[in-house]
Nanobody, 120 residues
C-alpha cells in the first residue's frame, strides 16, 4: 500500500510563505512523476504542480512564479514552496504520486491532504 503523508499546512497571511512536504512510505517514487493538487471548497481538485522523474516541472498558471516544486529521491520526499500566497490559494493540498514517469494525470495516488488557509 502506497502512503503519502503531507505536512506543513497552516494559516498564513496574504503575501506570506509556506513549505509543504510529502513523504512516501512503503515504496520509493524516484521513477514516478510527483505532484501537488489542491481543492478549494466547492471546487474540483486541480493540479498545482508536477515534477517528472527527470526533474522537469509544470505549474498551474495561477501559481507559476510563486510556487516551486522539488523532489529529493534519496529521502523519498517531494516539497512545494509557496511564496506570495493569496487568499485564493486557500485549499486542501494533496500530495500525488503518478503511475507514469512524466504525467501527473491518468491515475495515481493521493495523500490525505493538508489544509492551507490564507487570510486576506
Amino acid at each position: 500500500q502506497v502512503q503519502l503523508v503531507e505536512s506543513g499546512g497552516g494559516l498564513v497571511q496574504a503575501g506570506g510563505s509556506l513549505r509543504l512536504s510529502c513523504t512516501a512510505s512503503r515504496s520509493i517514487f524516484s521513477a514516478n512523476a510527483m505532484g501537488w493538487y489542491r481543492q478549494a471548497p466547492g471546487e474540483q481538485r486541480d493540479l498545482v504542480a508536477c515534477i517528472s522523474s527527470d526533474g522537469s516541472t509544470n505549474y498551474a498558471d495561477s501559481v507559476k512564479g510563486r510556487f516551486t516544486i522539488s523532489r529529493d529521491n534519496a529521502k523519498n520526499t517531494v516539497s512545494l514552496k509557496m511564496n506570495s500566497l493569496k487568499f485564493e490559494d486557500t485549499a486542501i493540498y494533496y500530495c500525488y504520486k503518478g503511475f507514469s514517469s512524466r504525467s501527473c494525470a491518468n491515475g495515481g495516488y493521493w495523500g490525505q491532504g493538508t489544509q492551507v488557509t490564507v487570510s486576506s
